[in-house]
């Protein structure tokens, strides 16, 4: 989902004032708070049972119009909840911004199922520290990075569900930079109250004790996006408010990215998360099959542990895998089931993502030769489509820049320098952004 539900709501209700009329409207929707969002279905609060009855009665059907138009979305309901009348009306405001971060976590996402091995120690003893206390300058901002599905969300999302439980009176805002991006722009919208939608934006975040963002490399080379959060970064970060980041890469490495964000983002705790040894491997997937019920001989558990090696993501959809063959066949898998069905999901995957499939997909969406993307012409034409495998190879592979480089015979500048015009390309042009999209997701399959 690309909007924040909130916002959603936000319009919903502007809209409603509207057909509803300012009487009408305040005597039974004034008070009415987002609470959460799941699958659909809308969760609005209400201050009354009085009010929730007959709001059900009368507005619901409208309310519902109204959000599937938002949203552009068919399958959306709305149910109304009302509290107890004894809470204070900024308590209940408080605790529905609460829920609603709370509401994108993942149930599973908590220290206990993490499991520890010497690739990421370092981060979950951080990430554990901070989540008792909050804003000590040594750890503050809290910045993770590792490579795609080592679980660097998981860990954040601890970070996250132990506030929720262990520590009521803190707020915490989670949020991935994309939405964040998007919930920016669209506080931006002209055709809304600009104040308004601006100062509920930056309320949201300023009033978190703390903020956890997932992802900041996405915000390399949005610079409107980058100077907001500059602000409330300095804002928070004064006011002794924690803030965790994560990202793909170290941040000196997130391009275009201003200095100064830069600068914030080293100053201070910087870890890393590696891709687990064996040992952990072994321990990961013996969590992963207790959970899906499935028990499987030791030298097949042998057999995924040492092969499925790149990512824990990875490790997990093998074992999705496994089980859903084992439900559709009903029968025990013998190590060379398991060997011919985990070959075959591994072929998958890296033939899709390795450096000659990149440029072969990007060349058909571009109509020219691959191979001339790997020769020396600077002809427009080419020159386009080289540069968006560059920047395609460094968002889905972990090869380095040299790396890259190397594969086009040429040095680690010219492939930065690639992944700059073309994260700029695609923010001046939507068209534009929209084919990278396609095509990475062609890639993604
Ligand atoms: P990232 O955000 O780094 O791309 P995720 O946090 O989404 O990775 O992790 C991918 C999957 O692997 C998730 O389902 C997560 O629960 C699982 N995972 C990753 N690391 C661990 C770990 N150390 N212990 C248990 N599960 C893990
Ligand atoms: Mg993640």
Known sequence: MHFLPEDVFDLCLDRAKKFMGP?????????????SYDNGVFTIGLDSEIRSNFVTQHYKENLEELLRKITEKSDISVVFTHVPETLSLGKIQNSSRHEMFS???????????????PNNRMAFATAQAVAYEMGHSSTNPLFIYGGVGLGKTHLIQAIAHHIKENQQDKKFSYISSEEFLTSYVRALDPNKNRTRAMDIFKDRFRNSHYLIMDDVQFLAGKEGTQDVFFHLFNDLYLRGRQIILTSD???HEIEPLEERLISRFQSGMVVDIKPPILETRLAILNQKLKDENIQLDKDIVLYLAETVKSNVRQLEGAVNLLA???RIQNIELSLENVRSIVTEYLGASSRRLNPSSITSTVGEFFGVNPNSLKGKQRKREILVPRQVS???????????????GSFFGRDHSTVLNA????????SEDSFFKRKILDIREGLLG
Not at 103 to 117: A, E, T
Not at 390 to 404: A, C, G, H
């Open 23 to 35: 009487e009408k409207y305040n005597s039974w929707l004034a008070n009415a708070s987002f609470r």
């Open 419 to 426: 992944i700059k015009r073309i994260n700029s390309k695609m």
């Open 249 to 251: 890469r170290p941040p």
């Open 324 to 326: 859903a063959n084992i």
């Open 390 to 404: 560059m920047f395609l190879m460094r968002e889905l592979t972990s090869l380095s820049l040299e790396e890259i």
């Open 103 to 117: 509401n994108f976590l993942k149930p599973g996402y908590v220290f206990d199922r993490f499991i520890q091995g």
